[in-house]
């Protein structure tokens, strides 16, 4: 019974991994609960012994991407001062590396759009997604010591994902570079962060 239940746990998990990375890509409508299963190496008819619907799939998949987020933001800022840790997290954001990733980068560029479209339950886990890593990017400028660190982290998540989501759209690459580039510099600015050579 044991194998059964990890096994499930596992399933489920493989289930998300691959939800996450075709939602990311092509959007929640674009991608279907067969495509999802066949890329996790399972049939259609085992989708529902782990989800109730496709919004079930989605909501738990946003879930997915925000752990992935947060450990990616938790990797940034272990090692050094917290200045240090945001800095790399900046440059790791707006990275052109972050903006090709579209199937394993943030979700917050790459479900904005979508997420108007989508039921209240995914809605609600993006919302949650969104509050986590302004709350965690507020921890970090308030042990710099800066002032309204909340409402300061709330715009710079905000820059970071508008930032990206306008580097994906254009289709001039020295032109998203550039959005990149300036972003990048003007938020290492405004936030007292070294700016690299």
């Keep these: 019974m044991r194998y059964k239940a990890e096994h499930k746990v596992e399933t489920r998990r493989r289930v998300l991994a691959e939800a996450a990375r075709s939602i990311r890509t092509s959007g929640p409508d674009r991608v279907s609960v067969a495509e999802i299963m066949s890329g996790a190496g399972l049939t259609h008819g085992a989708f529902y012994a782990h989800f109730k619907s496709k919004d079930a799939l989605v909501a738990g998949a946003i879930d997915e991407m925000f752990n992935d987020a947060r450990r990616r933001l938790a990797r940034s800022t272990a090692d050094g001062s917290p200045a240090e840790g945001l800095a790399r997290y900046i440059d790791f ?15 917050l560029p790459a479900l904005s759009a979508d997420l108007a479209r989508l039921g209240p339950e995914a809605r609600v886990r993006y919302g949650e997604g969104v509050d986590s890593l302004t709350r965690r990017l507020a921890d970090t400028l308030a042990l710099m010591g800066r002032g309204g660190a909340e409402a300061e ?8 994902v508008g930032a990206v989501a306008l ?4 289709s001039d ?4 570079d550039s959005i990149l580039a300036a972003s990048r510099t003007a938020l290492r600015r405004r936030l ?6």
Excluded: F, M
């Excluded at 954001?93 to 199937?103: E, F, I, K, P, V």
């Excluded at 690459?173 to 998203?176: G, K, M, R, Y």
């Design 192 to 197: 007292n962060l070294e700016i690299a050579p």
């Design 167 to 170: 580097a994906r759209a254009v």
């Design 93 to 107: 954001y707006l990275s052109t590396q972050h903006r090709d990733a579209r199937g394993t980068g943030c979700p």
């Design 173 to 176: 690459p020295q032109q998203s």
């Design 153 to 160: 982290a709330a715009s710079v998540v905000a820059e970071l």
